[in-house]
């Protein structure tokens, strides 16, 4: 059975970090691009960031950007996201996904690029 799981999310306040950690089992993804989603209450599911297989291309929403880091450890099937100063409007239920590419130059940053998810961690940030 093949499981993303999310950990790390969590209360912080505002200026805080958190790291979010997803990992896979059942299958390897080492070869496959993945990324992380939020969802708000009420708002649709949003891109933040997603990385090739090869850690060669990453890319990050512009509303985190200079703040979250997307990274990667394929011996250890396992997807990261580091949030630095973290806002308010970062609180959101975060997923993170794999797609069944196949060591592909490219990392999806639409929902239904993507075919396995995790069960979402989530992260409140106060003011």
């Known amino acids: 059975q093949v499981q993303l799981v999310e950990s790390g999310g969590g209360l912080v306040q505002a200026g805080g970090s958190l790291r979010l950690s997803c990992a896979a089992s059942?299958?390897?993804?080492?070869?496959?691009?993945m990324g992380w989603f939020r969802q708000a209450p009420g708002k649709e599911r949003r891109f933040v960031a997603a990385?090739?297989?090869?850690?060669?291309?990453?890319y990050t929403a512009d509303s985190v950007k200079g703040r979250f880091t997307i990274s990667r450890d394929n011996a250890k099937n396992t997807v990261y996201l580091q949030m630095n100063s973290l806002k308010p409007d970062d609180t959101a239920v975060y997923y993170c996904?794999?797609?069944?590419?196949?060591?592909?130059?490219?990392?999806?940053?639409?929902?239904?690029?993507?075919?396995?998810w995790g069960q979402g961690t989530q992260v409140t940030v106060s003011s």
């Open positions: 059942g299958r390897t993804f080492s070869n496959s691009a």
């Open positions: 996904a794999a797609d069944s590419s196949n060591r592909r130059m490219y990392a999806g940053r639409e929902a239904d690029e993507y075919d396995y």
């Open positions: 990385i090739t297989w090869s850690s060669i291309i990453k």
